[in-house]
């Protein structure tokens, strides 16, 4: 085995897989990185000439990828040519939540993991390092150990080429929108594994920019858990927050106040502790739902039923979201226009997977009112997806029956509107001119804002109604 990489190949080229090559790819120009996707589509965005097309939008990533893409990073669809290449290959490719059968709900479809497996036991040549860089359920690695062992085992028996293969578990830590500085400056990098080599080898990537202190090398198993129980503690202190939100409405508290006065406590710290109208992204959900199963799996019932609570306050508080608006706007939104700003999951990310935008958006057209759509980011076509429906056309819209329209500015979402709901944390939410936009509204005029981006002052000022999440000063 190279303990000095030369040839890398990561498949999957999604949120994960992508930045992180390309972080690699910079800080480690001796490298040849190679990115295979079976999405030709996606593919030819990362390839696309103007950097404004790339599939997904990170701060700083256009600037990385002009400067290192085709030189030592290449995106392309021939996955075998690029695994028999290489000398490490990185498994990036998504793990959502099984659907159908056995721990449909809960348990991770593994089937894309599978496949690639094959794929690499086939098409690797000589001795292979093969990288888990999805969130994987525990012994995952155990899988793909077994997949890759039956294709060594048929070739030995064929007195073939020889192939080895060394597993190691090497989450990914990075949070969308930030991921570029998460790659450059991570809290720790963590590499599971029982090969030394194998681990020396990887640990000589990060150690390019990465000091030795913040490198933690563990056994497969936990390494792999370290990953889903971070993302479990993380989303438990949002809806944690989220849960005491509802409360500081019903007590005249304000929910901003005390995150500042329990966060200033070292031992509780003050990250985490935003409260806003749920979580949302790939992760947080499919991987507390992951440890659900795991839980009831292994008999654990009390500790299974302990963080599904942490799931339920997050559609809790979606749904309560809903009828505060419904509520306040004289217990009837049908026919009238709502402004969504923001559809992201959060700021800085084109990303609406698991957003709480989309169960927000889809009760408020369940109660008949005809939103207007707006965010920085996220397309016309990727919101028709997650509502399942189209947009109305001009004819159709107003509608009584509820509906939706995609806005391409912030004065267009507002005009003639009968509310504003903000939904994602986006800059520019945060400064609205409030005097100018209240005057293309319908009268009365409300904002209703799960993200605290508002001065509630002055939009009481400029003659709003104004509801924001956690603030029970506003009644
Ligand atoms: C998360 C983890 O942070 C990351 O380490 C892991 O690799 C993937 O999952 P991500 O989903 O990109 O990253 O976003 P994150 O910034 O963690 O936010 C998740 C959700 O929680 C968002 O919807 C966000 O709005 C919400 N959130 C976060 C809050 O509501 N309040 C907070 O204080 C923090
Ligand atoms: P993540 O957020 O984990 O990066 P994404 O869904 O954004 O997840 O990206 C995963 C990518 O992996 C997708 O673009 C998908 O097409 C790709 N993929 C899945 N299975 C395979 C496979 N067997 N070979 C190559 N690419 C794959």
Same mark, same amino acid.
């Given at each position: ?6 040839? *890398?190949?990561?498949?999957? @080229? ?22 295979? %996707? *079976? ?8 390839? /696309? ?17 002009? =400067?290192? +893409?085709? =030189? ?11 695994? $028999?290449?290489? %000398?490490?290959?990185?498994i ?21 993991i599978? #496949?690639?497996s ?12 093969v990288?888990e ?7 995952t690695a155990e899988t793909i150990g077994s997949i890759l ?5 048929? %070739? ?11 597993i ?19 809290? +720790? ?42 993302? @479990? ?11 005491? $939100?509802?409360?500081?409405? $019903?007590?005249?508290?304000? !929910?901003?106040?005390? @995150? ?26 499919? /991987? ?24 339920? !306050?997050?559609?809790?508080?979606? =749904? +309560? ?22 559809? $992201?999951?959060?700021?800085?990310? &084109? ?44 004819? #159709? ?27 994602? %944390? ?16 319908? &009268? ?15 939009? =009481? ?15």
């Open positions: 085995m190279k303990l000095i990489v030369e040839k *890398i190949c990561c498949i999957g @080229a999604g949120y994960v897989g992508g930045p992180t090559m390309a972080m690699i790819a910079e800080k480690c120009p001796q490298i040849e990185i190679n990115v295979v %996707d *079976i999405n030709e589509y996606r593919i030819s965005k990362w390839n /696309d000439i103007d950097l404004n097309n790339l599939p997904i939008y990170e701060p700083g990533l256009k600037e990385i990828i002009s =400067k290192c +893409r085709n =030189k030592n990073l290449f995106f392309s669809t021939d996955v075998k040519k690029h695994i $028999s290449n290489a %000398d490490m290959v990185f990036s490719v998504n793990t959502p939540t099984k659907e159908k059968g056995v721990g449909a709900g809960q348990a991770s479809d593994l089937k894309w599978e #496949s690639c094959r794929q690499i036991g086939e098409f690797a040549k000589g001795e292979t390092i990288v860089k999805s969130t994987l359920p525990v012994r062992k039956s294709f060594s085992d048929r %070739d030995k028996k064929a007195k073939k080429d020889q192939k080895k293969f060394f190691l578990s090497n989450p990914e830590f990075l949070a969308e929108g930030t991921a570029i500085f998460d790659l450059e400056n991570p809290d +720790r990098v963590l590499i599971g594994g029982n090969n030394e080599r194998a681990i020396d080898s990887l640990k000589k990537i990060y150690l390019n920019w990465v000091s030795e202190e913040k490198i933690l090398t563990t056994d497969l198993w936990s390494s792999e858990l370290s990953k889903l129980i971070a993302n @479990a503690f993380l989303a438990q202190r949002v809806s944690s927050i989220n849960s005491i $939100s509802a409360l500081c409405e $019903s007590t005249q508290a304000n !929910i901003n106040e005390v @995150a500042k006065a329990i966060g200033m406590d070292l031992r509780i710290g003050k990250h985490f502790l935003k409260s806003g109208p749920g979580f949302g992204g790939s992760c947080f959900k499919k /991987d507390i739902l992951n440890l659900i199963y795991i839980c009831n799996h292994y008999g654990l019932k009390e500790v299974a039923s302990y963080w599904e609570k942490v799931i339920q !306050i997050n559609e809790w508080q979606q =749904k +309560r979201i809903t009828k505060i608006i419904v509520d306040r706007m004289f217990g009837n939104v049908a026919g009238k226009k709502i402004s969504i700003l923001g559809f $992201s999951f959060k700021a800085n990310t &084109n990303d609406t997977r698991e957003s709480p935008a989309i169960n927000i958006c889809s009760d408020l057209i369940e109660e008949g009112s005809y939103l207007s759509i707006y965010d920085p980011k996220v397309e016309l076509q990727q919101i028709q997806i997650d509502l399942g429906m189209k947009p109305l056309d001009d004819n #159709s819209w107003p509608n009584k029956n509820g509906g939706w329209q995609f806005a391409y500015s912030i004065k267009e979402s507002v005009e003639n509107s009968d509310a504003i709901v903000i939904l994602s %944390d986006w800059d520019d939410f945060f400064k609205l001119d409030l005097k100018s936009l209240i005057n293309i509204m319908r &009268n009365p005029s409300w904002i209703f804002d799960t993200r605290n981006t508002i001065d509630t002052k002055q939009a =009481k000022a400029v003659g709003f109604n104004i509801w924001s999440l956690g603030d029970g000063s506003l009644i």
